[in-house]
């Protein structure tokens, strides 16, 4: 691996989907469900595309559905050693017993700022926006289909966050602000049929996301060339979401407020002087009763190709 000046940390999760954050480390992790590393080396190139990355992302959520997102991402260089911004380009396939969708996901861009770079210890501040592609009211025989089938959360999210790192550890705090709701329309019908498939996901009709809320604690450890890191990461959704149910009135989603607490191993392996395979596993060991936003999942399994420009 080259020698290493700086490197922005993406940060990325059901609850912070988007955020890009810089440290003085070897290698970083991202939040949740997908990890990546990105080297950024301290040259005169007059070159901005410091890194370049694809990636799939596998994750299981409600209903054994299949969820499937294959991204693209870049890494650019605006101030030297200071600012830094990313781009992420996502495209989701997703499939389960109600049937197959697919379409271009939210895009997420992101400032990143070097607040401090000590020998031992270092901070960066980042702020970012996701952009939604579409309402989340993708259908299915003429039936609206539950937030997990949706390529897109329908909103607009603002993303807020910090890192600290101390030697080989990491902390992580961040803030998602969702400014508007959707128009899915997903509730439970009463019909004869198909209900027991078509019932067993949260209802979503036009549903507004509450604010969250992370902390993540993170250790790195490294073996020759490998590179390896084990995380907790903390998500507190700050209040119940809000649905319009079948009367038309607005109401909590009970049971959407509260903790998940996710696990995850992720790693880096260099290929070539500029070229690295990277992975992740995560796993949640806490989830809240009612994730209307359809961004549960029981297992998630990522694997990435990067390359350092």
């Known amino acids: 691996m080259d020698e290493v000046k700086l ?51 596998y994750g299981i959520g409600q209903q054994n559905t ?20 990313q781009v992420k380009i996502p495209y989701s396939i997703i499939t389960g017993k109600l049937g197959t969708t697919n379409g271009l996901s939210d895009v997420t861009m992101s ?11 270092n901070l960066s501040l980042a702020l970012g ?23 897109s959360l329908g909103s607009t999210d603002l993303l807020l966050g910090s890192r600290f790192s101390y030697k080989k550890w990491d902390f992580t705090a961040g803030y998602q602000h969702s400014f508007n709701g959707n128009s899915n329309q997903y509730l439970h019908i009463n019909t004869t049929g198909d209900n027991l498939n078509y019932n067993g996901y949260f209802e979503s009709r036009n549903v507004r996301r509450a604010d969250d809320a992370l902390f993540r604690i993170n250790r790195r450890f490294k073996a020759k060339k490998i590179v390896l ?68 999942r029981s297992f998630v399994g990522i694997v990435g190709l990067r390359w350092n420009f």
Do not use: C, W
């Not at 997908?34 to 799939?56: A, G, N, P, Q």
């Not at 400032?111 to 210890?121: D, N, Q």
């Not at 952009?131 to 949706?150: A, E, F, G, K, T």
């Open 66 to 85: 299949l969820v499937m997102v294959n991204q693209m991402e870049g890494n650019f260089k605006l101030i030297e050693k200071k600012l830094y911004a």
């Open 229 to 296: 890191s084990t995380s907790l990461l903390f998500i507190y959704h700050l209040a119940d979401d809000h649905i319009t149910n079948a009367s038309g009135e607005r109401v909590n989603a009970a049971g959407s407020k509260g903790l998940t607490l996710n696990l995850d191993l992720a790693g880096s392996i260099p290929v070539s002087k500029r070229t690295s395979i990277t992975f992740v596993l995560a796993k949640p060991v806490v989830q809240r009763k009612n994730v209307t936003d359809g961004l549960s």
């Open 7 to 57: 490197t922005p940390v993406d940060v990325i999760d059901p609850g912070i989907n988007g955020l890009i954050l810089a440290d003085t480390l070897t290698y970083s992790t991202k939040n949740d469900t997908i990890i990546k590393y990105v080297v950024l080396k301290d040259t005169t190139s007059v070159s901005h595309l410091l890194s370049f990355e694809i990636s799939s992302y």
């Open 111 to 121: 400032l990143s700022y070097i607040a401090f770079i000590r020998p031992k210890s």
């Open 129 to 151: 926006v996701k952009i939604p592609s579409n309402s989340s009211n993708l259908s299915l025989d003429n039936r609206p289909l539950p937030m997990v089938y949706q390529t």
